[in-house]
């Protein structure tokens, strides 16, 4: 049984980009999206405990962890506690599994599991809508994770979430493939404005031959089967031209015979299509042997 007063222990799941299209630069220098989020089951554990004095303290044992004021976590409880003018202070422990700067929103995930939890743990009483438009200051993928559902539709900066309950019957597995490699997310935002600027003819990278309203009903009607020409991700070419080993991942998944295989947010994670979870783990076992320093995740939406 568990005692009474031991700290809560909370899951923090990543999610991929299934769709990502960018449609423009905005004044304020960020895109417009158009993104599909799936939620998977790959998740940090964050520990919550209560402190008697008024600070916050982050302890990570990662060390691409940031453990000062840059930590999301630490700015999620710093922004409350400004906000709301509190005293309170908390210790949070992340136990990290999801890799860092991945494509994976892993700091994001932590960032909204602790505004969540942190409202409950202070009594704050904040509405979906009150947390969503704090974790919107904090970072375009926050929003999606405060709404707690396993795929949603992302427009605006990737912010304004309209969560998809038609696909909530739908169980999706693949096989995720990260090349030890931290990508940074304004630098392939900043090169792709680049490319585009220099490639004024060329809309390959914001026309996708495909709508993400195609993928949803794909996926609503045919589940892992539809088309792999449904996939879209507008950063993936910049990804790949900054850090080849991208593609060699996604040859090294289409070699096995996989076909919907695509990029993750701003990556370096790539993602491939299985029909089963048992399907995943044996291709994803013979991967292991034959590529050695890549991380192998097997993983479903949840
Ligand atoms: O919102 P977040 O802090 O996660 O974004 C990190 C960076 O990615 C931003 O500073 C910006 O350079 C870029 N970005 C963007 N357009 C978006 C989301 C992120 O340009 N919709």
């Keep these: 049984m568990k005692h009474p007063s031991a700290s809560p222990v909370i899951a923090s799941f990543a999610k991929l980009n299934l769709y990502l299209q960018v449609l423009g630069r905005r004044q304020d220098g960020f895109h417009d999206l158009s993104t599909l989020f799936a939620r998977i089951d790959l998740a940090d554990r964050l520990i919550f405990k209560p402190r008697k004095d008024n ?49 994976l929103g892993g700091g994001s995930a932590n960032a909204a599991t602790a505004l969540v939890e942190l409202n409950r743990i202070w009594n704050l009483n904040l509405s979906k809508t009150q947390l969503v438009r704090l974790g919107a200051k904090l970072g375009s993928d926050i929003p999606f994770f405060i709404h707690q559902v396993k795929f949603a539709l992302g427009t605006e900066r990737g912010d304004k979430i309209k969560p998809l309950i038609s696909l909530n019957k739908l169980k999706l597995h693949f096989i995720l493939v990260y090349p030890d490699l931290k990508v940074s997310t304004p630098l392939i935002y900043r090169e792709f404005d680049v490319f585009l600027s220099a490639n004024r003819n060329f809309s390959g990278l914001t026309r996708a031959a495909h709508n993400v309203k195609i993928l949803i009903s794909g996926l609503l009607k045919k589940g892992q089967a539809f088309s792999s020409g449904y996939l879209f991700n507008s950063l993936e070419v910049i990804t790949c031209s ?35 979870r048992q399907q995943a783990q044996t291709l994803c076992g013979r991967l292991r042997k034959q590529y050695k320093s890549w991380q192998f995740f097997v993983v479903s939406t949840v």
Excluded: H, T, W
Aim: one cysteine or more; proline letters at 6%.
């Design 55 to 103: 600070l916050i303290k982050i302890v990570c044992s990662n060390p691409a962890v940031p453990q000062n004021k840059s930590n999301l976590v630490y700015r999620a409880a710093a922004l409350l506690k400004q906000e709301y003018k509190l005293s309170a202070g908390i210790e949070i422990e992340i136990n990290k599994v999801i890799p860092v700067g991945a494509g």
């Design 242 to 276: 900054l850090y080849p080993v991208v593609k060699q991942v996604k040859k090294a998944l289409c070699d096995m015979g996989l076909d919907k295989v695509m990029m993750s947010g701003s990556g370096p994670v790539v993602f491939a299509f299985c029909d089963s």
